[in-house]
């Protein structure tokens, strides 16, 4: 059941039309949702309003400003320990290179040369294993295997783009 127009009138207390409280009084005898906020502001309105007690405010602008001093303070020992553990990660990553390139040059370009050429092997053998698995692959896949698994990573594509599209659009306007 759609409340939207209804609650909005609830809760605002504006000055509805005939027309317009004659569709509430309908909708009030068939939504108990609509019912019970109806009661709840009612008792909202007709409750006593107790005025604060003398000083209240400057009470609560100190302890605003200790609470926003506390938070500051957290926040920065949050941000050392943030950096201090940063650096801490980056130098135990960094320090065997580093000992390494200050202890000798030779042993570093060595290390260097041979990490290269690992990498481009690896990076040829892999190339090579994925040659012969777009080679081979297709023959092992019966057609409507590939059909479905297509038509699956097509129907997530299009979700993806349906929530990217969803959450990203800016809404225009007031809406009620």
Not at 64 to 85: D, F, H, P
Request: hydrophobic fraction near 55%.
């Amino acid at each position: 059941m759609n409340h939207q127009p209804f609650e909005g009138w609830l809760l605002n207390d504006q000055h509805l039309t005939p027309a317009e409280k004659s569709e509430l009084d309908a909708h009030l005898r068939a939504c108990l949702h609509c019912i019970a906020l109806a009661e709840t502001g009612l008792a909202l309105r007709s409750a006593r309003v107790i005025p604060p007690q003398a000083g209240f405010s400057l009470r609560f602008q100190e302890r605003l400003a200790v609470s926003r001093i506390a938070e500051r303070r957290r926040n920065l020992w949050g941000l050392v320990v943030l950096i201090l553990t940063g650096v801490a990660l980056v130098g135990w990553v960094v320090a065997p290179y580093l000992i390494a390139v200050l202890s000798s040059p030779v042993e570093w370009l060595t290390s260097a040369i041979s990490y290269f050429l690992l990498a481009f092997t690896s990076m040829q053998a892999f190339s090579g294993v994925l040659r012969v698995l777009a080679r081979v692959l297709p023959d092992f896949v019966p057609p409507y295997l590939w059909m479905v698994m297509i038509s699956a990573l097509a129907g997530i594509g299009l979700l993806w783009a349906i929530s990217i599209w969803r959450f990203a659009r800016v809404p225009r306007g007031v809406s009620v």
